[in-house]
């Protein structure tokens, strides 16, 4: 199983952008998630979806701001970013686990990586 990220650029505080998730081969993951990790810090946890069901998981940074979602026939998920902020500024990842819900926020329980797509955000 390989991720693809795409979506990435540059914006303007208060614009959006979508991201993408392309999963390739057989997928047996439960949770698909979107981590990111801005220079100097720690890569943290931004949003999952469950494959089956389509529960939804937020970090509290970017709750109402920003909603993932997932195309299971075309194995693609999403992550439409609102509002944005310069603190949005990161290489966002795509991730996968089959993990539980309690340890969706914890990258290391994540077993596949997409390459990463960096979002920029200006003031």
């Known amino acids: 199983v390989q991720l693809q990220a795409s979506g990435g650029g540059l914006v303007q505080a208060g614009g959006s952008l979508s991201l993408s998730c392309a999963v390739s081969?057989?997928?047996?993951?439960?949770?698909m998630g979107w981590f990111r990790q801005a220079p100097g810090k720690e890569r943290e946890f931004v949003s999952a979806?469950?494959?089956?069901?389509?529960?939804?998981y937020y970090a509290d940074s970017v709750k109402g701001r920003f909603t993932i979602s997932r195309d299971s026939a075309k194995k693609l998920v999403y992550l439409q970013m609102n509002g944005l902020k310069p603190e949005d500024t990161a290489v966002y990842y795509c991730?996968?686990?089959?993990?539980?819900?309690?340890?969706?926020?914890?990258?290391?329980?994540?077993?596949?990586w997409g390459q990463g797509t960096l979002v920029t955000v200006s003031s």
């Open positions: 991730a996968s686990t089959n993990g539980v819900t309690s340890s969706l926020r914890d990258p290391a329980m994540y077993t596949r």
């Open positions: 081969g057989r997928f047996s993951g439960t949770f």
């Open positions: 979806i469950r494959w089956n069901g389509g529960f939804t």
